[in-house]
């Protein structure tokens, strides 16, 4: 039970805000995400959530990470982050759902219910970090959450600005504290050293071929990235450029640019002077999300997406393995969604021969499969994604003793590789030099890369429907087949079958209310036959709401 005097801050607390007369919220994909005018009941809740989650594991640093990622400047959105730099429980979700609809007077009351039902000791303590990006509503939102930790009695740091990936990292950096577990010193310039020093060790013997011009989305990515740029100077011949980095004009952060912005109009920003074959890379709002791109001898826009570098890292990593004879005692996969280009999948199986399998959408579902191998792959070809190396994968690294001195390179290498990458979660700027790295030692320019395999023509649409909701997808198809609504898979089927190498399906957005379909097909034109069919059959049973 929480004492009186905690219940009675609560409420005083909480009854400075007012709630949005008839909203409903939802801990989505990824947290809560809206217009920011609407969030100051649901920051307060998320604050007491951390407090109860924090306390439940008796006392570890919970993150709390305000921003709304890609989304248009007046939005805003909160996410928490669990111990080891993961994403909040599932479970858990429901609990933030619930005190996120808690009327004020009472939420003192829910909050003291939830604490009874999850079994939380209410005498332990509760430690909580938080930072937030750029948006301008960020502050006035991080003075709510102030005024729920206070009421809660939790101790907590607040970081200010960050990217997620470095708030996920410093979670983390926390709670691993002189274990043996270590994974680094809970502080940005921490963050910065540890990628610098490993990308050195990296990239010995070999140098990174012209430059990266990088859009930072003109969010929290573009100063951390300066930062960045600071304290590796120059290593590994690395020279950025970088743009789109204006955090002081309000409106600009996302607009005409990012990774959100190039994958789904598949070009590049507008501001852009990068000139044929030059490699350039994007960012989203908030630096967890990557792409890569260039423009080709005949102007034609080429992307080298999520998938790209899912593939691109697996066969770096598989390489290295065998040059320290180790392959054989590490088991790699690679994780994607239904959305990964089928001409990405048969790469990984035929050339690179390693296992693939596939999960919902949303960071969390394929980190949690990622774990299950030595050294999890996982990707989404929207740019979020990251390796991870579980202990056996650590302890046959560190443990092998090298044959030869080429085995003893490929050791060291996988070994500064395990700190280059943020293991916590998808780090927009530590993939961006894990990449850089990779075609270092490749030597390859951005279309030695592309010309890993040609993608299959694809198209994504994002339909309007009456109730999304009524699209349900097969438990354990990955969202690859729909259950409901009745008969809308067959008529699915029935269109993909007319095709050559067509995949096609139907999913409701967990982050809009829209529904998204999907096609790919052996050529542009069968592709967008298909996806042209696939959004009929759905408009017609999903009622869109124009039509009404
Ligand atoms: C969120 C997810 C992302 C997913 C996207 C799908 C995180 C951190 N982000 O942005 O992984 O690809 O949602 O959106 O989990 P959708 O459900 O609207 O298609
Ligand atoms: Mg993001």
Redesign the pocket.
């Known amino acids: 039970m929480a004492s009186p005097a905690v219940k009675e801050a609560i409420t005083k607390a909480a009854l400075q805000y007012t709630k949005p007369q008839g909203k409903v919220f939802e801990y989505?994909?990824?947290?809560f995400r809206m217009k920011a005018d609407l969030l100051n009941t649901v920051i307060f809740a998320v604050g007491l959530l951390a407090s109860l989650r924090s306390k439940k594991l008796s006392g570890q640093w919970i993150g709390i990470m305000v921003t709304a990622?890609?989304n248009p400047a007046e939005d805003n959105g909160v996410?928490l982050v669990d111990p080891m730099g993961e994403?909040l429980e599932a479970e858990w979700e429901a609990y933030a759902t619930k005190l996120a609809n808690a009327p004020l007077e009472s939420i003192a009351d829910v909050y003291d219910e939830l604490a009874s039902k999850i079994d939380v000791k209410m005498t332990n303590p509760a430690r909580v970090v938080f930072a937030r990006d750029t948006r301008a509503s960020g502050s006035r939102l991080v003075g709510v959450l102030n005024a729920a930790l206070t009421a809660t009695e939790v101790e907590f740091i607040d970081f200010k600005y960050m990217t997620?990936p470095q708030l996920h990292y410093i979670v983390r950096c926390k709670n691993t504290l002189g274990t043996q577990y270590e994974y680094g010193e809970p502080s940005e310039q921490g963050y910065y050293e540890k990628l610098a020093t490993s990308f050195k060790k990296v990239m010995r013997g070999v140098k990174v071929q012209g430059s990266l011009t990088v859009d930072c989305a003109n969010g929290v990515g573009g100063p951390k990235l300066r930062e960045l740029i600071k304290v590796l100077d120059t290593a590994g011949g690395l020279d950025i450029k970088v743009v789109n980095d204006d955090v002081i004009n309000p409106d600009a952060l996302n607009f005409d640019c990012g990774a959100d912005y190039v994958k789904t109009k598949q070009r590049a920003p507008p501001s852009s002077k990068a000139g044929a074959l030059d490699r350039c890379a994007s960012l989203d709002g908030d630096a967890?999300?990557l792409v890569y791109y260039f423009v080709d001898e005949t102007n034609t826009f080429r992307l080298l997406d999520g998938d790209r570098i899912a593939t691109l890292a697996a066969s770096f990593i598989g390489y290295l393995a065998q040059n320290a004879g180790i392959s054989q005692k590490l088991n790699i996969g690679v994780i994607q969604?239904a959305?990964a280009n089928g001409a990405s999948t048969e790469y990984i199986k035929k050339v690179l021969k390693l296992p693939t399998e596939y999960t919902k959408?949303?960071?969390?579902h394929?980190h949690h499969a990622a774990l299950r191998y030595d050294v999890g792959v996982y990707f989404?070809a929207?740019g979020?994604g990251t390796v991870t190396f579980n202990e056996n994968a650590m302890k046959v690294i560190r443990n092998t003793e090298p044959q030869s001195p080429a085995q003893k390179h490929a050791l060291e290498s996988l070994q500064a590789l395990t700190d280059l990458i943020n293991q916590a979660?998808?780090d927009a700027l530590s993939d961006m030099l894990l990449v850089e790295v990779i075609l270092a030692h490749k030597g390859w320019s951005p279309k030695e890369w592309l010309g890993t395999y040609t993608d299959l023509p694809s198209f994504l649409e994002r339909v309007e429907v009456d109730d999304r909701s009524i699209f349900r997808t097969v438990e354990g198809s990955a969202e690859r087949e729909l259950e409901s609504p009745f008969g809308l898979q067959e008529e699915i089927n029935s269109h993909q079958s007319q095709f050559n190498q067509a995949r096609s399906f139907v999913?409701?957005?967990?982050?809009?209310d829209?529904v998204?379909v999907y096609a790919e097909a052996a050529t542009r034109s069968e592709a967008d036959s298909l996806v042209k069919r696939v959004r009929a059959a759905v408009g017609k049973v999903g009622k869109p709401k124009a039509q009404q």
């Open positions: 989505g994909t990824a947290g990622s890609h996410k994403m997620t967890d999300r969604t959305y959408t949303g960071v969390k394929l989404e929207n979020h979660v998808g999913r409701a957005s967990g982050t809009e829209a998204r």
